[in-house]
Nanobody, 123 residues
Framework: QVQLVESGGGLVQAGGSTRLSCAAS????????MAWFRQPPGNEREFVAA???????YYADSVKGRFTISRDNAKNAVYLQMNSLEPEDTAVYYC?????????????????WGQGTQVTVSS
């Protein structure tokens, strides 16, 4: 059974930083794209960042320069370092894996999802 388990997040002050982790089990994703999406309160799920097996990265314009996605293939894990956080970053953050298209920014392209972790940024 494939599982993606997110950790990290919580309550952070505006301007602060936090790091999200996503540990995968049940299969390896070393040759697949892994990504982070988020769902702000009252809004639809949106793309945050993706990383291909090669290390190529893709970011939403709203987080470019503030967030960094990385992966550790040996640990079958992906991370999201979030800096200079803003109240608008408040959302449930989801880890996703195995995109049908390399580096996809579309949630429908991803086969596996984590349960989500809440990040709340206070002003």
């Amino acid at each position: 059974q494939v599982q993606l388990v997110e950790s990290g997040g919580g309550l952070v002050q505006a301007g602060g930083s936090t790091r999200l982790s996503c540990a995968a089990s049940g299969r390896t994703f070393t040759s697949n794209t892994m990504a982070w999406f988020r769902q702000p309160p009252g809004n639809e799920r949106e793309f945050v960042a993706a990383i291909r097996w090669s290390g190529s990265t893709y970011y939403a314009d709203s987080v470019k320069g503030r967030f960094t996605i990385s992966r550790d293939n040996a640990k079958n894990a992906v991370y999201l370092q979030m800096n200079s956080l803003e109240p608008e970053d408040t959302a449930v953050y989801y880890c996703a894996a195995e995109s049908t298209r390399r580096g996809s920014m579309l949630s429908n392209d991803y086969r596996y999802w984590g349960q989500g972790t809440q990040v709340t940024v206070s002003s």
